[in-house]
C-alpha cells in the first residue's frame, strides 16, 4: 500500500527571518537519515522537497480554455513543501514512519493513502 | 576554565530566584565566565573562582534590576543620569567586591526551586526537559539539540519560548513554601524522566543517549534535595539501572540484543551499584511509586540474566502494582510477557487478546484515552511478543504473520533486522 506523506511548512520570505547555513544543513542532514532510514528498510519509493510556491506554475483549463500563470493556485503562509511516498502494508506503518519524521518539528505532516499509483507503466489501484 | 557540574545549577538558581528571569541569569553567568578566563589568565585564578563568578554575574544583574528600576520609577533627570551611569555603578562586573565572595556551595541551594520552576504547569511538559538541561545544567540549546536529536533551531525556540514564559507569569521561586514543591515534585521527576527516554506512540519508549549523562545527574540532584522522597530515588534507580545496560543493547556488529541475550559482564557495574542504593532509599522511605516499581522490575530482570533463573511470580506482582497505579499499554504488554513465562505461552496470547479485545468492547484494559484497540493493535510491542509466543507455540503462520507486522512498524534498523533474523529462523525451523 502506497503513503503520501505530504508535509507542508511556513515558507521563507525574502527579508523575513532566514534559517541560519548550520540550521539548513542540520535538517538536511537529520532528513537524509530519514531517507536513509526508510530506504534500508525498504518501504522507501519516492521524496521530493520542493522550491518555494513563488516558483510555481499553475496550470488549468477549468475555465475552459488553457490558463497558465506564474504562482501558487492558492497562497498560504503554510505551503506544500515536501512529498515522501513509501510503501509499507498498513496505515500504522505509514503512521509509525511519519512519527519520525524530523520535519514535524516545524511543519505538519499529512498521511494520505494513494487511491491508485502508477506503476511501472501502468495505473495500479491500491 | 571548567566550571564543576553543581556550580552552574545553584549559580543560576541563586541569581534567578530574585526575578525568575533564567535567560538574564545565564547570559550573566556566561559573560562572568568569558570575562573570568580573560581576567584569570592576567591575575591568576582567585582562591575561590566560583564564588568570584557568582558575584560578578549577580553584579551584573543588579546593575540591570537597578537600572530596571530607574527607567520604571524616576522621571530622566540629565543632570542626574546623564553621564553618571558609569560613576553610580563603575564597571561593577568586573570587580566583584573587597570582601571575599561568597562560596555558592555556602549559600542556600536553591536548585529545588529552580526545577520546580522549569516544570511549572505554565510550561508545556515538552519543553521542560530541555529547561532544566539548560538551566540546571549549563548545556547550549545546541548541544541539548545534539544530545535529544532535535534541531538545533527547535530547541533554541522552546527554550526562549519557556523562559519568556517563566518570567512573563512570574513563576518566582523566590521565598518558597517546601509544600508548594511537594506538589510540584511529581512534574519534576516526568520532566527528568523526559530528559531520559522519548515516548513513541507505535513503539516502545527509546533511552536518549546523548543526555544520559545529565539525566543520570539530575536523577541523582533530584534525590539528593529530597532525600526522604522513595520516588525521587526510584526514578533515579530506575535511569541508573537503565543505563548501565547501554553498552549491551547492541552486539559489536550494530545488532539489537535483547535483555535476555545481554552478557551482564558489559553492563556497569558503577551505575548498577547507585541504582541499587537508590533503591534501597525507596525503601527505606516506606513509599514506592511508579518509577520505584519500575526500577524493582528492572533490578529482577537483570538478576534473572546474571543468575540464569528469573523470579517471574514477583515480577508479576510488581507489574500488577504498576498497572493499578500507572496503566500503560506498554506496562500491559510486558505483564502479558511476564504471565507467558510462569503459565505458558497460550497464557500470554489470551492475555495480549483480552488486551485486544476488551479495548475493542469499549472498556479499556488500560485506562486513559491513549489506549484504543486501534492503538493496541498498532503497538510494536504488541506484535513482536505474539511473534515470540506463537514460535513457542509452534504455531509457524501465526508466528510468520505477528513477525510481519512487528517488522512492518518497526522503524530502527537494528531492531527491524533482529526482528527479520527471528521470522527467518521461525520459517526454517530453527
Redesign the interface.
Known amino acids: 500500500m502506497r503513503y503520501s506523506l505530504v508535509f507542508h511548512a511556513p515558507e521563507l520570505h525574502d527579508g523575513g527571518p532566514q ?1 541560519s547555513p ?2 539548513m544543513e ?2 538536511q542532514r ?1 532528513m537524509s537519515d530519514y531517507a536513509d ?1 526508510l530506504y ?2 525498504g518501504v522507501f519509493i519516492a521524496a521530493e522537497m520542493l522550491e518555494p510556491q513563488q516558483k510555481t506554475t499553475t496550470v488549468t483549463r477549468r475555465g475552459g480554455s488553457v490558463v497558465i500563470e506564474d504562482g501558487p493556485f492558492a497562497a498560504t503562509k503554510e505551503a506544500l513543501a515536501g512529498v515522501f511516498v513509501i510503501d ?3 496505515r ?2 505509514a ?3 511519519a ?2 519524521f ?1 520535519g514535524t ?2 511543519g505538519v505532516l499529512e498521511v494520505r493513502a494513494a487511491a491508485v499509483s502508477y506503476i511501472e507503466g501502468r495505473w495500479v489501484p491500491a | 576554565m571548567a566550571l564543576s557540574q553543581d556550580s552552574w545549577g545553584r549559580i543560576i538558581a541563586l541569581i534567578a530566584s530574585a526575578d525568575g528571569d533564567i535567560a538574564g541569569a545565564e547570559d550573566a553567568l556566561s559573560s562572568a565566565l568569558e570575562t573570568g578566563v580573560r581576567v584569570w589568565r592576567e591575575q591568576g585564578v582567585p582562591a575561590n573562582p566560583e564564588g568570584w563568578l557568582y558575584r560578578v554575574a549577580l553584579n551584573a544583574r543588579r546593575d540591570v534590576w537597578k537600572s530596571a528600576a530607574t527607567r520604571t520609577s524616576a522621571v530622566w533627570d540629565p543632570e542626574v543620569h546623564d553621564g553618571s551611569s558609569d560613576s553610580v555603578h563603575p564597571g561593577s562586573a568586573l570587580h566583584p567586591g573587597s570582601a571575599d565572595p561568597p562560596d555558592p556551595g555556602a549559600l542556600p541551594d536553591r536548585r529545588l526551586e529552580l526545577l520546580g520552576a522549569c516544570a511549572h504547569p505554565d510550561i508545556d511538559p515538552p519543553a521542560r526537559p530541555l529547561l532544566m538541561l539548560s538551566a540546571v545544567m549549563g548545556m547550549t540549546g545546541k548541544q541539548i ?1 545534539a544530545g535529544m536529536a ?5 530547541v533554541a525556540a522552546r527554550l526562549t519560548r519557556a523562559k519568556k514564559r517563566i518570567a512573563a507569569v512570574g513563576i518566582g521561586f523566590g521565598l518558597p513554601d517546601r509544600s508548594d514543591l511537594d506538589v510540584r515534585l511529581p512534574d519534576i521527576q516526568e520532566a527528568i524522566y523526559g530528559a531520559f527516554a522519548i515516548d ?4 516502545p519508549a527509546q533511552p536518549r543517549d546523548g543526555t544520559i549523562g545529565e539525566t543520570l545527574y539530575l536523577s541523582r540532584l533530584l534525590a539528593e534535595l529530597c532525600p526522604s522522597d522513595g520516588e525521587s530515588h526510584g526514578l533515579a534507580a530506575l535511569v541508573h539501572l537503565s543505563a548501565a545496560r547501554f553498552p549491551a543493547r547492541r552486539s559489536r556488529e550494530g545488532l539489537f540484543v535483547p535483555l535476555d541475550d545481554q552478557d551482564p559482564g558489559i553492563w556497569d557495574a558503577v551505575l548498577i551499584a547507585r541504582g541499587e542504593d537508590h533503591l534501597r532509599s525507596v525503601q527505606h522511605s516506606g513509599e514506592i511509586g511508579r518509577f520505584g516499581l519500575l526500577a524493582a522490575i528492572q533490578i529482577l530482570h537483570m538478576s534473572g540474566v546474571r543468575r540464569g533463573s528469573t523470579d517471574w511470580p514477583m515480577l508479576l506482582r510488581l507489574h500488577d502494582d504498576v498497572e493499578r497505579m500507572a496503566p500503560s499499554l506498554g506496562g500491559a504488554v510486558s505483564r502479558a510477557a511476564v504471565i507467558a513465562e510462569i503459565d505458558g505461552p497460550e497464557a500470554g496470547l489470551a492475555q495480549l487478546d483480552a488486551l485486544e479485545g476488551s479495548s475493542r468492547r469499549g472498556r479499556p484494559p488500560v485506562e486513559g484515552p491513549a489506549v484504543s484497540p ?1 492503538r493496541v ?2 503497538f ?1 510491542p504488541t506484535w513482536a511478543l505474539r511473534a515470540h509466543l506463537h514460535t513457542r507455540t509452534g504455531h509457524e503462520q501465526e508466528a510468520q504473520r505477528a513477525y ?2 512487528a517488522i ?4 530502527d ?1 537494528a531492531e ?1 533486522a533482529y526482528l527479520e533474523n527471528r521470522s527467518f529462523e521461525n520459517r526454517s525451523g530453527r
Open positions: 534559517p548550520e540550521v542540520e535538517m537529520l532510514a534500508s528498510a509499507v502494508e498498513s500504522d506503518a503512521l509509525a514512519w512519527e519520525r524530523p518539528n516545524y | 539539540a532535535l534541531p538545533v533551531a527547535t513513541w506512540v507505535h513503539a486501534a493493535d498498532a510494536q510481519r507486522r512492518e512498524l518497526t522503524t534498523p527491524r
